[in-house]
């Protein structure tokens, strides 16, 4: 079984700094991209950013330039800084991973439980 456990989520204030974290665990065989998705109260859940197993990112348009995920491969871990906060930055942040769990069997997403983050103005 493989799980995703995120930390770092909290209250900081408007032009504050967060940053994340989650561990993927359990029976890896290979992890493939990882990301962070958020959903905002009242909202559908949407891509932050994404690094893949080399190390190339995308973010979305809303955080770039503010945000910065980062990887270990070796710890199945990434990491999310996120620096300028604003108000519209309140989420609950899920990890997001692409898992192969043995050399046969397909790659599947996986999830994590979430992280509240809370930005006051």
């Known amino acids: 079984q493989v799980q995703l456990v995120e930390s770092g989520g909290g209250l900081v204030q408007a032009g504050g700094s967060l940053r994340l974290s989650c561990a993927a665990s359990g029976s890896i065989f290979r992890v493939n991209d990882m990301g962070w998705y958020r959903q905002a109260p009242g909202k559908q859940r949407e891509l932050v950013t994404v690094?893949?197993?080399?190390?190339?990112?995308n973010y979305a348009a809303s955080v770039k330039g503010r945000f910065t995920i980062s990887r270990d491969n070796a710890k199945n871990t990434i990491y999310l800084q996120m620096n300028s906060l604003t108000p519209e930055d309140t989420a609950v942040y899920y990890c997001?991973?692409?898992?192969?769990?043995?050399?046969?069997?397909?790659?599947?997403?996986?999830w994590g439980k979430g992280t509240l983050v809370t930005v006051s103005s």
């Open positions: 997001n991973a692409d898992i192969k769990t043995t050399i046969i069997r397909p790659h599947m997403e996986y």
């Open positions: 690094i893949s197993s080399g190390g190339t990112t």
